[in-house]
């Protein structure tokens, strides 16, 4: 099956229709723990203990993730910088993340229980995953009414 010109030419509409919007945030993903693994290497390099260089990387890798899921992911929800509807939303953010992390960390111990620790992680990061946008979606970046 070959492309047509008209076929690439609508390229950038799907890419940033709805439809595609769970595609977007898969990647953004990516690029998001890539942004937390090298901000916990830069930072053990410059000597941080493991601990505290690995919290950083966290915080600014959550920041990040903020940011660019705004600009890129739920990019047709804008709101206005520094306005309050804003810092709901990354009020919001945080809590549907500490949401995630709490069922990520349980379906982990649960699923520990029943299969090796690879795979209970893989559970455990899946479930939190869905649940992460889904909330986000309904929730965190629900359009403005």
Sequence with gaps: MALSVGDVTRLPGLLNSGAARPIRFGVVG???????????????????????????????????????????????????????????????????????????MGAFIVAQLFLPDMAAAVIGVGSSTALKFFSLDRVAFRPAL
């Design 30 to 104: 990516v690029v998001t723990f890539g942004v937390q693994l090298g901000g916990l290497f830069l930072l053990k390099q410059a000597g941080l203990p493991s601990i505290i260089a690995y919290a950083l990387a966290l915080a600014v890798s959550v920041q990040f993730n903020f940011i660019v899921n705004q600009l890129v992911v739920w990019g047709d929800r804008p709101l206005a910088m520094l306005s309050r509807e804003f810092a709901q939303r990354w009020v919001t953010f945080h809590g549907c993340i500490a949401l995630s992390l709490v069922v990520n």
